[in-house]
């Protein structure tokens, strides 16, 4: 899997990574859903890397993914910044398209 993302989202993550996480991970978020398959692709910081995580090719962060989010990414992802708000797309379509700088700094949970 790859992730691109754009100059002005590298520039806002660099600013919302204040504690110096060590990774950026790509995280198919189902907190609160019932089922494990119903969530929304989004993006967190965290300094944890566990066993199932998998390495992405990302050439400005390291960025992992626990090996079962990644069925629900496609193998080429974008990151963008607009409108105040980052926005995950790949070449089929947005995954989605308001992910908040609150989103991203939250705890991601084990």
């Known amino acids: 899997m790859n992730l691109t993302i754009t100059e002005i989202a590298v520039e806002k993550l660099k600013a ?6 060590n990774y950026l991970v790509l ?6 859903c019932d089922c494990s398959v119903s969530g929304i692709p989004t993006i967190r910081f965290s300094n ?6 998998n390495d992405v090719t ?4 390291d960025v992992i993914v626990d090996s079962f989010h990644e069925m629900f990414f496609e193998s080429e992802v974008k990151l963008d910044f ?5 926005r995950l797309s790949s070449p089929a379509g ?8 609150k989103t991203v700094i939250k705890e991601v949970l084990a």
């Open 16 to 21: 919302l990574n204040t504690h110096n996480q």
């Open 27 to 32: 995280l198919y978020d189902n907190d609160g």
């Open 48 to 53: 944890n890397r566990k066993e199932k995580d």
């Open 58 to 61: 990302c050439t400005e962060f």
């Open 82 to 86: 607009i409108g105040n708000v980052f």
């Open 94 to 101: 947005m995954l989605n398209p308001v992910i908040s700088r």
